[in-house]
């Protein structure tokens, strides 16, 4: 379901933006951490379908192999979990950046 995964990051992403515009009158700053590949089991048990004897057997193989790529370059949780609290503390929300 990674369709599913990344219909709800951009309407996340998108209801973050729209929560920064109407609160920009306020004191309310809104920021949006992008984050990268974070270790985890999150899908340890996660079955793959990698397509073969159908039309998206290419598109399943090249993001299977993409997915192993940024698994390998996964950072600890506890590393991360510790960056994003020293962003969180260090004061105004940083702008938005596109990736």
């Keep these: 379901m990674v369709g599913l995964y990344c219909a709800s990051k951009a309407a996340l992403e998108t209801f973050s933006m729209a929560m920064r515009m109407e609160l920009r009158p306020t004191a309310v700053k809104v920021a949006i951490v992008g ?8 899908d340890r048990n996660r079955v793959v379908d990698d397509g073969k004897g159908s039309c998206y057997e290419v598109l399943a193989s090249r993001m299977i192999a993409r997915t192993r790529a940024m698994r390998d370059r996964a950072l ?9 609290a020293g962003d969180a503390r260090s004061g105004p929300a940083l702008p938005h950046l596109c990736r």
Aim: charged fraction near 30%; avoid cysteine.
């Design 76 to 84: 600890p949780a506890v590393e991360v979990a510790r960056g994003r």
């Design 35 to 42: 984050m990268g590949a974070v270790e985890s089991d999150l």
